[in-house]
């Protein structure tokens, strides 16, 4: 099966990201702190789905909707920056 | 694979990122839990897959969990009527991720109507 070639890279920035998720018509966005650690929790309740933001990696829940989650891809694909790879 | 000093190397991904672009990856994770039909099993979901995806190594172990490629789905039994799949893949796998998504769904999709008719 086909990698993808293109791999993100560097942090997320949040607000960058929220931003993007609401230009895509995700409007119902909450995001948590997690205590002093460097997780960011981003909560789309309305589209049942959860993004655990780390320094190093983003772990995205949904609850089946692709629509949903489609859009989650595009803002972070977006907001990270991305080199060519070629696994 | 990189050149440094006129040499070619190939390295690992996460090593030539860190040390040409001095960033890391970032590495993105995506689980989808679908809801399937009470009757499904592990079994019944590797025999479509391994139906469906010939060309593509899949996977079931003893604890339930079936592998197609780099793309994981376990299957959790919530309580008597409700079961649901839970299908994990990394952003380079995200093709194949994808599609085994759209499979399962289309599949749990069929037998709901077929009981419904």
Known sequence: TNKESVCPIGQLNVP?????????????????????????????NEDDAIIRVEPNS?????????????????ALLYC?????CNR | VVMNNNKLTIV?????VNNVLNKN???????????IPAK?????????????????VVTHSADGTISVDD?????????????????????????LGSFVCKLIKQHCKSITNEEEN
């Open chain 1, 58 to 74: 983003t772990f995205v829940i949904c609850q089946g909707s692709e629509r949903v989650r489609s859009k989650i891809r595009e």
């Open chain 2, 71 to 95: 793309v994981d789905i376990h299957i959790e039994q919530e309580d008597e009527s409700c079961k649901k799949a839970m299908i994990s893949w990394q952003h380079e796998d995200e093709q």
């Open chain 1, 16 to 44: 960058d990201f929220t931003h993007e998720l609401k230009k895509l018509g995700i409007t119902d966005i909450k995001v948590e702190h997690k205590g002093d650690s460097e997780t960011v929790l981003v909560h789309l």
């Open chain 2, 12 to 16: 690992d991904t996460d090593e030539t």
């Open chain 1, 80 to 84: 990270l920056e991305t080199v060519g």
């Open chain 2, 40 to 56: 499904e099993s592990a079994k019944s979901l590797f025999d479509l897959l391994t139906d469906v995806l010939q060309d593509v």
């Open chain 2, 25 to 35: 990856l970032h590495h993105i994770q995506y689980s989808t839990c679908l809801p």
